[in-house]
Every structure is written in structure tokens, then in C-alpha cells.
């Protein structure tokens, strides 16, 4: 029997005496599992006050978060995930713009809302770490059972964005949606009820809800908890559980291939996995070392559904469009665009015509919005369809491609080229962990290609050998290798290990105080890279000024 709810496959679990969740120091079934949910609801219920039903939950990954996942699906309650990398004015005015009734954290948490107006009076928070949240817990266990009111459309999620490309938004997921995803993402990604997988991305994000969470319920499968992503941790965490299948997001596999290689690396359980943004690369690399292989795809909290995988296309492909409303179209003119022609490199030849935004235009209705953001709403909403905001391209042969978002085009010369290419080029390179890509202003016209990229610490940026390297990727094109290139052992990054790219562009060469260095290429040829100077930069300044594009200076 297919459920409609969140809710309902909970109580699909009552009395299943398999293990449904594990950390290192304990076991639970789903039996277990569902009735530490029923607890929590109960409880939930008993401090509910008017207004909507909203449980902000800010914790690493533990046990708590999963069952308060389950107690908002059996109440009809929302769990807006409390980013746990926010700080300050940002987090303050995320979180009260939720319009939370209860706070469940712990001491940790607890210190990092000190100070913060929120809209939570302090009496409403619950701490899992408090010996009275026992008790409290202890006197609402109950029978499970689910809310009567609960449909398809109650609204179990507030998830934030991430917040890469500009303030994060509050993204909307029902219980419907959710079940919805939790069907399909086991057949899409082979979830089923002997798999064990490992959570290791953060609960707030959509990533390990939506791809790992929710089909582990659907199919019954063990969920593996650890607090946080740790590269060292992985192999030894996937060995101790036993884990076949696992979520990645971001910097993530980077982090794990930069890890010392050894002879047994294979001898794990591993089998398959889900994520973005890791390079065909990175694929490769991650199935030789480890024998497991990585599904790279598309999808987002605000929407899913639009990517039909197709193993035995390009390795750099998503696959195929799922349906005939899934297109890559002119923003402008709202045509499609034309054909993508590769070349024997896989480099688009024609990219001024073929890159565009993809977008559903069956999607609009299926869009569930962000909460209290109707400009938001209205920018993924246009004329019917669902507007992605990321750039992509379809090949010859019907394959279609991520490009990089909206704002990843750089105008170099009078012409654009896709910052994604140059940052997949970059990450070929055996030391550089993790890079990205972005257009900086020219002094005279235009823009210039800048990249910031990672390297282990030990290393400089001489030791990499880049414009040698630059030189031998024949797929890098004339335009696209970086002018400026910023060098850190740890690069601004989201909760989730995605770069945070728009920080990053906003900074530019002018960046201070942070301990990182930009190396600068001035002139024609091959690339030559040397290190910017205060100086430097105030010549460059001056050039601006000079040019009359001092408006494109923060």
C-alpha cells in the first residue's frame, strides 16, 4: 500500500523489530524509533499555542533530531532546521522570520542563540541535554498515533536555502512532497530495506531529508547517525556500521579523496551513493579508491522530479530530462535554446546559444513556495513555469547538463563562458581541494575570471605548478583560465560544504584579514601568476578610477 504522509509511513513501522536508527553507542528499531517520535508529539502537542505550528530544531546530527522529525510528521507540525554555521544578525533574523512556537537545542545551541532576539521566549525552548527533557519526554510516551487533521498538504518542512547565491530562503515541504520523495528516491537511487545508510550531511539541509531520511523510512532501511561530516571519520564510521549507501553535498567527496590513500581503502561495504557537484573526476576517482559509485544529479529543496538518470550517457551528463516540460530555454524570450555541440573534449563549442536556464514548465503548480516571500515565490514562478535559476545545456544526443547558476556567466572579451567549466578543470589538479569560479570586474571593460581555490595545509601555491598545469587541460578554452586566483587552506563554506561563492565574488582581490593571498596574471601568453601586494591593489584601485568604473569597487 503507497501512504500519502510522512505520518502514516511512521506508523507503517510500529512493531518492525528491525534496527531503523544507529549511532555508536546505541541501537533502536523502528518499533523504537516511531515510538520515541509518538513521545515527542505528544509532548509537542501538549505546549501547542495559536499560531502556526512551527518547531525550530538547532542540533548536530543525534538521535534527537531524527525523532523530533518524526514527532512533527505525527502532529502536523513543521521543523524549520536552525543552521548551526549562522551567526549573529543573520541567524537572528532567519530564525524569527520562521515564527517559531518551540526551540529544541541543547547547551551548545542554547549558547549560540545567547543574546538573540528570535521571537522564542526562553521558557519555550527544550533542551534533549537537560536531565528535566527526560522526564518530560518519559511523561508523554504513548500508543502511536497521528493527528486526524493530517493531509497530503500539511506542511512538515521550512527548509533554508543554502544561501550560496544570496540570502537563504525558507523553502516549503509538505508531507505529501515528502512521501513523494521518499518513493521515488528509492527507486532512483536503489534504497531498499537491507541497505544501511549514513547521514552524514546536516539534518537542516534538504540533502539528507529529502534524499536519505525519507527513503530510509519509505523502505525501512537503518539509518546511521554522526553529529558532523568528517573526512578522517568516514571510512572508519562506513566500516563500524557497515554502511552501503550514503548523501553528499559540496566539498564533501574532495575532502575524502584528499585523504591519505591506502592499500585497503576498498575494503569496505559501500556500494552507491547520491550527491552534486562532485566532477566526473571525482567520480572516477571515488569508484577506483573505494568501489563504491557516486550518483551525481540534480535537485533542490524547492523542487525534484526533473532529472531522469541515464547511466550510459556522458559521465559529465545528469541524464535525461525526465518529461517533455523539463527544457533550457533563452530567460529573455523564454525560447529553447539550440542543440549543445561538444567537442572531442566535451567543451561546448557553441555556448552562447546552447546555455540557458533550465526551467518545468509543468512545474509551476508543484512548486510549494517559500514561506512569507512573495518576491521570492514570484521569481520562481514566471508565465506559468518553474524558473530553476540554474544555467544548463542538452547535447546532440538528448543529454542534459548543469552549467553553473544563473549568476556563474562571465563576460570575458565580449563573450561569455560558464564559470562551472573552469572550476571542473581546476579540481583536476591532485592538490587543489576544492575551487570556484566567478567573474570580477575588468578595470576597462567587462569582467575577469578569478578563482579561489583550497589546498591542504603544508602546501603553497607555488608548489602547485598551476600555469603548467593550466596549459595542459586542452578543454580549458583561451578565455577561461582564472586572472586572479585567491589561495586558502580553508575556504568560506556553508553548512552543507558548498563554497560560498557569491562571499567569495563580493571580496574579490581586495580581500584582508583573512589570511589567504590572491596571485594575479597581468599580460598576454601562457598564464604567470605573482603575488599581489597592497600596492598592487592600489594601483589597481587607481586603474579603476582611472577607467571611471569605480562604481563596480565596494
Same mark, same amino acid.
Given at each position: ?67 523530533? #522529525? ?5 502532529? *502536523? =507540525? %513543521?521543523?524549520?532546521? +536552525?543552521? $548551526?554555521?549562522? /551567526?549573529?544578525?543573520? @541567524? ?66 521550512? #527548509? ?5 547565491? *544570496? =540570502? %537563504?530562503?525558507?523553502? +516549503?515541504? $509538505?508531507?505529501? /512532497?515528502?512521501?513523494? @520523495? ?373
Amino acid at each position: 500500500m503507497r501512504h500519502e504522509t510522512i505520518a502514516d509511513l511512521l506508523l507503517d513501522r510500529v512493531g518492525d523489530d528491525r534496527p531503523g536508527l544507529r549511532t555508536r553507542e546505541r541501537t533502536w528499531t523502528w518499533d523504537e524509533v516511531v515510538r520515541e517520535s509518538a513521545a515527542r508529539a505528544s509532548l509537542a502537542g501538549a505546549l501547542r499555542i495559536e499560531g502556526p505550528f512551527h518547531i525550530g530544531v538547532l542540533l548536530d546530527n543525534v538521535p534527537e533530531y531524527v525523532f523530533w #522529525l518524526g514527532a512533527a510528521a505525527l502532529s *502536523g =507540525a %513543521s521543523i524549520v532546521g +536552525i543552521n $548551526s554555521t549562522r /551567526r549573529g544578525a543573520y @541567524l537572528e533574523q532567519e530564525v524569527r522570520h520562521t515564527d517559531l512556537q518551540l526551540v529544541i537545542t541543547d547547551a551548545a545551541g542554547l549558547k549560540l542563540l545567547d543574546g538573540l532576539d528570535i521571537g522564542v521566549d526562553r521558557d519555550r525552548f527544550l533542551l534533549v541535554d537537560d536531565d528535566e527533557y527526560a522526564g518530560q519526554v518519559a511523561a508523554h510516551a504513548c500508543e502511536p498515533v497521528r493527528d486526524p487533521g493530517i493531509t497530503a498538504e500539511t506542511r512538515m518542512l521550512l #527548509l533554508f536555502t543554502s544561501g550560496t547565491t *544570496g =540570502a %537563504s530562503k525558507a523553502a +516549503i515541504c $509538505s508531507q505529501g /512532497r515528502l512521501t513523494d @520523495l521518499g518513493y521515488s528516491n528509492c527507486e532512483k537511487y536503489g534504497v531498499g530495506r537491507d541497505d544501511i545508510t549514513y547521514c552524514c550531511m546536516p539534518l537542516f539541509h534538504g540533502n539528507a531529508v529529502m534524499a536519505l531520511w525519507a527513503p530510509s523510512l519509505t523502505a525501512g532501511a537503518c539509518v546511521t547517525l554522526v553529529p558532523k561530516f568528517s573526512a578522517s571519520g568516514f571510512l572508519p564510521d562506513v566500516r563500524f556500521y557497515g554502511v552501503t549507501f550514503f548523501t553528499y553535498v559540496g566539498k564533501a567527496i574532495a575532502y575524502v579523496l584528499a585523504t591519505r590513500e591506502r592499500p585497503d581503502d576498498a575494503d569496505n561495504t559501500l556500494t552507491h551513493a547520491f550527491g552534486t557537484e562532485a566532477s566526473p573526476e571525482d567520480q572516477a576517482e571515488f569508484l577506483r579508491r573505494f568501489g563504491c559509485r557516486l550518483i551525481e544529479s540534480y535537485g533542490s529543496s524547492e523542487g525534484s522530479g526533473m532529472i531522469r538518470l541515464a547511466p550510459e550517457g556522458p559521465a559529465a551528463a545528469l541524464g535525461r530530462p525526465a518529461h517533455a516540460g523539463v527544457v533550457v530555454v533563452d530567460p529573455e524570450t523564454r525560447e529553447p535554446r539550440p542543440r549543445a555541440v561538444l567537442d572531442e573534449h566535451g567543451r561546448v563549442t557553441n555556448a552562447e546559444e546552447a546555455i540557458g536556464e533550465i526551467v518545468n514548465t509543468e512545474g509551476a503548480a508543484k512548486f510549494e513556495g517559500y514561506y512569507k516571500n512573495d518576491a521570492a515565490n514570484a521569481e520562481r514562478v514566471r508565465h506559468g513555469w518553474y524558473w530553476t535559476g540554474d544555467l544548463g545545456y542538452v547535447d546532440e544526443a538528448g543529454y542534459i547538463y548543469f552549467a553553473g547558476r544563473s549568476g556563474d556567466w562571465i563576460r570575458v572579451d565580449g563573450e561569455n563562458i560558464s564559470a562551472l567549466l573552469s572550476e571542473r578543470v581546476l579540481r583536476r589538479h591532485p592538490h587543489i581541494v576544492a575551487a570556484a569560479v566567478f567573474g570580477v570586474p575588468d578595470a576597462r571593460s567587462g569582467d575577469q575570471v578569478m578563482a579561489a581555490i583550497e589546498i591542504p595545509e603544508g602546501m603553497g601555491f607555488e608548489d602547485l605548478g598551476l600555469p603548467a598545469f593550466l596549459a595542459e587541460q586542452a578543454d580549458l578554452g583561451t578565455k577561461g583560465a582564472p586572472r586572479y586566483v585567491r589561495v586558502s587552506h580553508a575556504l568560506p563554506a556553508t553548512g552543507s560544504n558548498k563554497l560560498r561563492k557569491k562571499e567569495m565574488q563580493h571580496d574579490g582581490w581586495r580581500i584582508e584579514d583573512t589570511g589567504d593571498t590572491v596571485y594575479r596574471w597581468v599580460g598576454r601568453g601562457e598564464p604567470h601568476y605573482t603575488l599581489m601586494t597592497g600596492e598592487d591593489r592600489t594601483a589597481l584601485r587607481e586603474e579603476f578610477y582611472a577607467n571611471g568604473r569605480q562604481r563596480f569597487l565596494p
